[in-house]
């Protein structure tokens, strides 16, 4: 049996020891976890699903399986975080104050 480089191992353990934590829709927000996961000591890779691999299409972040756990709250937080002020956002365009109620009726 022939012997693999030791790089070549190397790569392969490292690429089997990482899970998918999220999936992203485009390059953008991959990058954006990828840089939020590091930020929080996390490390992070992004990969492309092939189309026949698996049914979800879109961009694969990935990290150890022992870090798992905390990036599914990192990125949770983060997901709450721009939720909460879009909801705010979308509410600040609108007025919700009858205009009659500051009228005078001098």
């Known amino acids: 049996m022939a012997k693999r480089p030791k790089k070549a191992q190397k790569s392969e353990t490292k ?3 990482l899970v998918i934590v999220t999936f992203a829709n485009d390059l953008e927000q ?22 026949g691999s698996t049914d979800v ?11 798992l756990d905390e990036a599914h709250v990192v990125i949770e937080s983060q997901d709450a975080y721009d939720d909460f002020y879009d909801f705010a956002l979308e509410d ?3 007025d919700d104050f009858d205009s ?3 009228e005078d009726d001098f």
């Open 15 to 17: 690429l089997q020891d």
């Open 30 to 51: 991959a990058k954006d976890y990828k840089t939020l996961l590091k930020n929080n000591n996390i490390p992070a890779i992004t990969r492309e699903q092939d189309e």
């Open 57 to 67: 299409k879109g961009i694969a972040i990935m990290v150890p399986e022992d870090f």
């Open 92 to 94: 600040e365009g609108e």
């Open 100 to 102: 009659d109620l500051f």
